[in-house]
């Protein structure tokens, strides 16, 4: 659901996407705490130590903080937290087929990975396509690393999130479907450890953000619409 309830609450749920590793996260942690009661010793504390290290980094990479979408009247949102790495004009050929204004955003381990709509919209692609898994800031890992499109269509407007695993990000959820509505700032899905996000808006949008700037998903603005666009209705395709 979007805009769940207030940022900066003072607990950190976590991620639904992540609940298995998380689950085995703790299972372990259990495991350790009954080896050290039958097996008191070291070599059995020195094991609940680093299995209690890695429930706490699991926990923490897998937080998803409860957040209200920034009102997004007239903005596109940030899709992920992270710095942005790439402002620019591209061509985009798969759902956009055209001009595009490309902002791609690097979300490092210590970011938030969950990822979120831009804008309102109802999902009209879907498509994964298997790759390498360079690490995510080299420029041509955009198009060689595993990805998936996320296609958004909003009265005939057109955007596209692409979520672009990493040297470390084996794994790309998407946790939406063809034909769902989405609101501004609702959930995507997640990449799991570090990793990039594009997204792809029309051309006329004005830039808000600059390389550098460091983003949070659907809370920073990162485009204004262009208030003289208009959008012409078309069917659009659907692939997985």
């Given at each position: 659901m979007a805009?769940?309830a207030?940022?900066?609450t ?10 298995t590793?998380?689950?085995?996260a703790t299972l372990?942690?259990l495991g350790?705490v009954?080896l050290l009661?039958?097996?008191p ?6 094991l609940l130590?680093?299995l ?5 980094l699991v926990s ?10 920034a ?13 942005v790495?790439a ?12 001009e595009?204004?490309?902002?791609a955003i690097?979300?490092?381990f210590?970011?938030v990975?969950?990822n979120?709509?831009p804008?309102a ?16 800031f080299?420029p041509e ?6 990805n998936?499109?996320i296609?958004?269509?909003?009265g005939?407007e057109?955007i596209l999130?692409k979520?672009?695993?990493?040297i470390?990000a084996?794994r ?6 063809p ?6 700032g609702?959930r995507?899905?997640m ?7 594009e ?15 460091r ?6 603005p990162?485009?204004q ?5 208009e959008?012409?209705r078309?069917e659009?395709a659907t692939g997985s």
């Open positions: 805009g769940e207030q940022g900066g003072l607990h950190l749920p976590l991620a639904r996407e992540a609940r590793e998380v689950a085995l372990g942690l350790g009954v009661a039958l097996f010793g070291w070599i059995a504390a020195g130590l680093a209690t290290g890695l429930w706490l923490f990479f897998s937080r998803d903080p409860q957040r209200r979408a009102s997004a009247d007239g903005v596109y949102l940030s899709p992920a937290d992270g710095r790495m402002v620019e004009p591209v061509h985009e050929p798969h759902f956009l087929q055209a595009a204004l490309r902002v690097f979300m490092s210590l970011d990975h969950v979120r709509s804008s919209g109802t999902v009209r692609l879907i498509r994964h396509t298997p790759g390498e898994f360079l690490q995510a080299r890992a955009a198009e060689r690393n595993e998936t499109l296609g958004l269509e909003n005939g057109r999130v979520q672009v695993a990493g470390l084996r790309i959820v998407c946790s939406v479907r034909g769902q509505q989405l609101a501004a609702e995507l899905g990449i799991k450890l570090g990793s990039r996000v997204v792809f808006l029309p051309t006329g949008a004005r830039t808000l953000v600059q390389v550098g700037d983003v949070r998903a659907g809370l920073t990162l485009a619409r262009d208030p003289t666009a959008f012409g078309s659009l």
